[in-house]
């Protein structure tokens, strides 16, 4: 039986750091191997990240919503050579029930909230399981998690059951804690190398200690500090140097830096005369409203909501992404958009004669098949909105395939799935397989091979409301359309005494951004044109 500790890989193509969205474990599951245990979200995509080990999970060292370094130990698992590692691992923690006592108060220590009864469920080696949501959610409480009863399996402490412990009125009481044992290390296993995990370092006071009562802390004075980007950006936001935080935390030999200890220095630097500082943690202190509050632990955190009401929200992963990418695109290629709007009659007409054949065959036909083949038509004769301006070479790359990205609206923010070769596929092939894509997107499933290798980009914005907008194009493409919504709008046109009368029709607005130093206004608007003539005589996108 040893325990083997699991680094988060490489999840996507070269990222460097990715945040830990959810466990999908917790310690004392069993897990095989290939077993999703977690999902990490680079500034690619949410993935799933398997076990590389049959046994029982040990230790979870992250919690959720921190950013880690890929490289940097997310979990352990205690692996058994005999294929019993549940059995074995009980049979190994019976002989060391001290070393996790502290996890759970002695009886009398809690006499108060549960008269003559144990203080928490029944698991091995007296350990509390509970997940790092519960765990956060019993420190914002002041709910010691070791008192809670779990009601899931295994006696896991839900969030329900701290919620309900704390309603019940058995929270911890700071001023007893001398009733109780002294306090403990926070416990550590062979294999770990001294390092703390997220379940049980975030239940003790630990980070926060090296603030004395007396006055101001110590610096620490090292040379060299290993720490999370979430930390690192605490740290800079309160003004305080890393290599002065004391922490007893080590990672590969070197000082590891919380955000909680960087938080409980600062305030004890902030504080030095307050009476107890040290006993103060970043996650469980009571909110106060301060003249000019310093940014907390709830930095690292989803979203954290201010003294004032403000609510803030982590600028990373997928969002940073789409963000930078839109800044080097409207600040790199001059846009230019063209308007204009196609009476789309036959076009709703031909998709209405054809959607019982499609949904015959099992497919959901849309007006984007349409529209993809209506815009190969207008990159072929003009191949210049299919191109790649490639500027160190001096050199615009026309491109032979047509492949379209289509942007879909998800919860992360606007993702670009890729249908390859447009050229080739019929309506209902297209159909199907825009229809798989966004799905996948929206649930983020979309691999990062899948958003690539686009030549024009297409944005649906009408799907929700609008006609006309200046869409950014999806660099380094040198083009994008936008679609409006298709809605009966008045519309000129020659009635059956030759004159002119107005008359509702179906229209769809079109807005086409160009990077204006490779597309000229003039060709801009003759692609329009080609594709107006191809969305208002479907029969033409039979050559397509």
Do not use: C
């Not at 999970?57 to 019993?84: A, C, N, T, W």
């Amino acid at each position: 039986m040893t325990v083997e500790e699991f680094k988060l890989p490489d999840v996507g193509e070269g990222v460097a750091e990715g945040e830990l969205v959810s466990w999908l474990v917790a310690p004392g599951d069993r897990v095989e191997e290939d077993q999703p245990v977690a999902e990490v979200e680079t500034d690619k995509a949410l993935v799933e990240v398997p076990s590389s080990y049959d046994g029982t999970v040990e230790e979870l060292f992250v919690d959720e919503g921190d950013m880690v370094p890929v490289g940097d130990v997310i979990i352990s698992f205690r692996v058994d050579e005999d294929g019993d590692g549940g059995a074995t691992a009980e049979a190994e923690a019976e002989p060391e029930p001290e070393a996790d006592a502290g996890d759970e108060p002695a009886p009398d220590a809690t006499a108060d909230a549960d008269d003559g009864t144990t203080s928490g469920p029944d698991t091995p080696s007296g350990r509390t399981f509970a997940p790092p949501s519960a765990r956060r959610l019993a420190r914002e409480l002041g709910v010691d998690v070791g008192a809670v009863d779990g009601s899931g399996p295994g006696g896991r402490v839900t969030e329900a059951d701290v919620r309900a412990h704390a309603e019940g009125g058995g929270s911890a009481d700071p001023g007893g804690a001398d009733d109780g044992p002294e306090p403990r290390p926070a416990p550590t296993d062979t294999g770990s190398a001294g390092r703390k995990s997220a379940v049980s370092k975030r239940g003790d006071s630990s980070d926060g200690a090296s603030a004395t009562a007396a006055g101001a802390p110590e610096p620490a004075g090292r040379e060299t500090t290993l720490a999370t980007p979430a930390t690192r950006k605490v740290a800079r936001e309160r003004g305080v140097d890393l290599d002065d935080v004391p922490t007893d935390e080590t990672r590969d030999g070197e000082a590891f830096v919380t955000v909680d200890a960087v938080n409980a220095y600062a305030d004890a630097l902030e504080s030095p005369s307050e009476p107890e500082p040290a006993t103060v943690d970043a996650d469980t202190a009571p909110a106060t409203v301060d003249a000019d509050p310093a940014p907390d632990a709830t930095a690292a955190t989803d979203a954290a909501v201010s003294a004032e009401g403000d609510e803030t929200v982590p600028y990373r992963g997928v969002r940073r992404t789409i963000g930078k990418q839109m800044e080097r695109s409207k600040y790199t290629a001059p846009h230019v958009t063209h308007h204009d709007t196609a009476a789309v009659d036959a076009l709703v007409e031909a998709r209405e004669e054809l959607k019982p054949k499609a949904e015959a065959e099992g497919v959901r036909l849309t007006y984007m098949p349409f529209v993809m083949k209506a815009i190969v038509a207008g990159l072929k004769e003009y191949p210049y909105l299919n191109s790649e301006l490639r500027e160190d070479d001096e050199e615009i790359v026309l491109k032979g395939d047509y492949n379209l990205g289509i942007a879909v609206a998800t919860d992360a923010g606007l993702m670009v799935p890729v249908v390859e070769d447009v050229d080739e596929k019929g309506l209902f092939e297209l159909a199907d397989e825009v229809n798989d894509l966004a799905a996948r997107a929206r649930e983020r499933k979309l691999k990062p091979a899948e958003m690539k290798g686009g030549t024009f980009s297409i944005t649906n914005f009408g799907a929700i409301g609008g006609e006309y907008a200046t869409p950014i194009i999806n660099y380094p493409e040198t083009a994008i359309l936008g679609l409006g919504a298709i809605e009966e709008r008045p519309v000129v046109r020659e009635g059956d005494g030759g004159e002119s009368e107005v008359a509702p029709a179906p229209t769809l607005p079109l807005s086409l951004s160009i990077d204006h130093r490779v597309v000229d206004g003039a060709v801009a608007a003759e692609f329009a044109n080609t594709v107006m003539e191809h969305l208002e005589t479907p029969l033409l996108l039979l050559n397509e």
